[in-house]
């Protein structure tokens, strides 16, 4: 079992949709969660970062972590086709980081 | 301020033969990270580097990989002999704060290794 799950996608939305994107993860031991954002030939970029059980919000995008189900999730608001690339998530232990697959997101004019 | 770079951008080699690939980190940054992302895989952690000391490497897959950060600034990863099963993108991350779990890893770009 892989110790964070996420869908890979291909998930296609219209431009202004509300965007769902969602890992679970087995390790209790992770504390920090991460939602990286990678376009095509480049490397993965920090797009935001919770430490705690809630919601972090930042412009368009809202980070969700629930410890008690192991689950985390990113939110965009109004998507513009701007936002088509890879959504990572990632949980930090021992200074590494363990990422999810990647959810290859398409927003369409 | 330049981010992290990596060279080559893309490698192409036979089964058998050896390649280096090399990362610049943010300077100023102690930590640096390797990780490596097969096809239809997630990305996977290598080894971290604390300054010129590897202070984690078990995600090193086998002793065919070698990696290096002599005077703790730019590091290389040697692969010898190179197989197929190596094929993927290499990145390397660096990050300035050690032992803070907080601390931000800036990618590189990445080196995209292909063994025929």
């Known amino acids: 079992q892989k110790e964070v799950e996420q869908d890979p996608g291909p998930l296609s939305v219209p431009e202004g949709a509300i965007v769902s994107l969602n890992c679970t993860y087995s390790?209790?031991?992770?504390?920090?969660f991460m939602w990286y954002r990678q376009y095509s030939r480049k490397g993965p970029e920090l797009l935001m970062y919770?430490?705690?059980?809630g919601n972090k919000e930042d412009g368009r995008f809202t980070a969700q972590v629930d410890k008690s189900s192991k689950y985390i999730s990113l939110f965009i608001r109004d998507s513009q086709p701007s936002d088509s690339a890879t959504y990572l998530c990632?949980?930090?232990?021992?200074?590494?980081?363990?990422f999810g697959q990647g959810t290859t997101l398409q927003v369409k004019p | 301020e330049a981010g992290v770079t990596q060279f080559p951008s893309h490698s192409v080699i036979e089964k058998g033969q050896t390649v280096t690939l090399r990362c610049d980190p943010i300077?100023?940054?102690?930590?640096l990270y390797w990780y490596r992302r097969v096809m239809g895989k997630e990305i996977k952690f290598l080894l971290h580097?604390?300054?010129?000391?590897?202070?984690?490497e078990s995600g090193m897959p086998n002793n065919r990989f070698l990696a290096e950060r002599t005077g703790g600034t730019y590091s290389t990863l040697k692969v010898q002999p190179a197989e197929l099963e190596d094929s993927g993108v290499y990145f390397c991350?660096?990050?300035?704060?050690?032992?803070?779990?907080?601390?931000?890893?800036?990618f590189g770009p990445g080196t995209r290794l292909t063994v025929l």
């Open positions: 991350a660096s990050s300035h704060s050690p032992g803070q779990i907080t601390d931000t890893q800036y």
């Open positions: 390790n209790s031991a992770f504390q920090y």
């Open positions: 919770t430490y705690s059980s």
């Open positions: 990632a949980m930090s232990y021992t200074g590494k980081l363990i």
């Open positions: 300077s100023g940054h102690d930590n």
């Open positions: 580097f604390v300054k010129e000391s590897k202070q984690d």
